[in-house]
T-cell receptor, first 112, second 110 residues
Framework: GDSVTQMEGPVTLSEEAFLTINCTYT??????LFWYVQYPGEGLQLLLK?????DKGSNKGFEATYRKETTSFHLEKGSVQVSDSAVYFC???????????FGPGTRLSVLP | SQTIHQWPATLVQPVGSPLSLECTVE??????LYWYRQAAGRGLQLLFY??????ISSEVPQNLSASRPQDRQFILSSKKLLLSDSGFYLC?????????FGQGTRLTVV
């Protein structure tokens, strides 16, 4: 079945450091890909998404590119802030499926 | 616009007590609805999903059940809570282009 694999962390960075969180997926067809963010004590919020190969999703300085050839959707940010500390979930929505499939989440801590 | 409400936000319940968590969606009809659980330090585990009134699919065997008595209402229940039921429960709605989540319920079974 469809699945999402991502680095589980925790990832600890200093403020202004470069961030990469790896995400790879397995799916039939051409799924849409997402990154969700969960701040402490809250539900998940959509951070960015891409619906087809080579699309780049971006939001709040974060970017991810849909790479069909490597089945990847890595999340990047050039300069992280303390306020970016959260858990980040990679997810896919299969074209023929009912629901979203989430990765295990990556906890990011940014230190001042 | 579509919104999703989930309550209560926090709950502390003794072992063996019943549970009822409610989720409602506004601004859409016939939504696909989901219950996820997030154990401490763990990822999201899909518990139940529903494509319509009275239609419930269970992803994992457990001490919990779900019901959908109305089109935009999804309820998570248990007759007798276990310590292992503690966690963060999230209701979600599939908006086709993205999933929308409630604010979550932090359940602590003591």
């Amino acid at each position: 079945g469809d699945s999402v694999t991502q680095m589980e962390g925790p990832v600890t960075l200093s403020e202004e450091a470069f961030l990469t969180i790896n995400c790879t997926y397995t799916a039939t067809g051409y799924p849409s890909l997402f990154w969700y963010v969960q701040y402490p004590g809250e539900g998940l919020q959509l951070l960015l998404k891409a619906t087809k190969a080579d699309d780049k999703g971006s939001n709040k300085g974060f970017e991810a590119t849909y790479r069909k050839e490597t089945t990847s959707f890595h999340l990047e940010k050039g300069s992280v802030q303390v306020s970016d500390s959260a858990v980040y979930f990679c997810a896919l929505s299969a074209t023929a499926g009912l629901h979203f499939v989430f990765g295990p989440g990556t906890r990011l801590s940014v230190l001042p | 616009s579509q919104t999703i409400h989930q309550w209560p936000a926090t709950l502390v319940q003794p072992v063996g007590s019943p549970l009822s968590l409610e989720c409602t969606v506004e601004g859409t009809s016939n939504p696909n609805l989901y219950w996820y659980r997030q154990a401490a330090g763990r990822g999201l585990q899909l518990l139940f999903y529903s494509v319509g009134i009275g239609q419930i699919s269970s992803e994992v065997p457990q001490n919990l059940s779900a019901s959908r008595p109305q089109d935009r209402q999804f309820i998570l229940s248990s007759k007798k809570l276990l310590l292992s039921d503690s966690g963060f429960y999230l209701c979600a709605w599939d908006g086709n282009t993205e999933a929308f989540f409630g604010q979550g319920t932090r359940l602590t079974v003591v």
